[in-house]
């Protein structure tokens, strides 16, 4: 089972950039498929981003070309650029691992997952 740990969380003015940062080990070090999810007060988590080992990404509508998921493969590492951040983006956010390069897209792909970090984003 990969353990995932996230950083890069805080506070930030609206318009603002974050980088999130979430670094995988555990018996599995490497992961075909890693995102990003996030979960506002009162609200379900959903997901914000995927992406393969092959570089395949999604992206919820929401964030689309405002956020960047990418993965340095050799440091196990995950990261979210988040850029012109807006208050609906507060939530913490979760890094999560699944097993299958070929389901890497929903909530219902990934198994392993972080603590969370805060994001807060200020108006």
């Known amino acids: 089972q990969v353990q995932l740990v996230e950083s890069g969380g805080g506070s930030v003015q609206a318009g603002g950039s974050l980088r999130l940062s979430c670094a995988a080990s555990?018996?599995?070090?490497?992961?075909?498929?890693m995102g990003w999810f996030r979960q506002a007060p009162g609200k379900e988590r959903e997901k914000v981003a995927t992406v393969t080992n092959f570089g395949a990404t999604t992206y919820a509508d929401s964030v689309k070309g405002r956020f960047t998921v990418s993965k340095d493969t050799a440091k196990n590492t995950l990261y979210l650029q988040m850029n012109s951040l807006k208050p609906e983006d507060t939530a913490m956010y979760y890094c999560a691992a699944g097993p299958r390069l070929w389901a890497c897209r929903d909530f219902g792909d990934f198994a392993s997952w972080g603590q969370g970090t805060q994001v807060t984003v200020s108006s």
């Open positions: 555990g018996y599995t070090y490497t992961s075909p498929c």
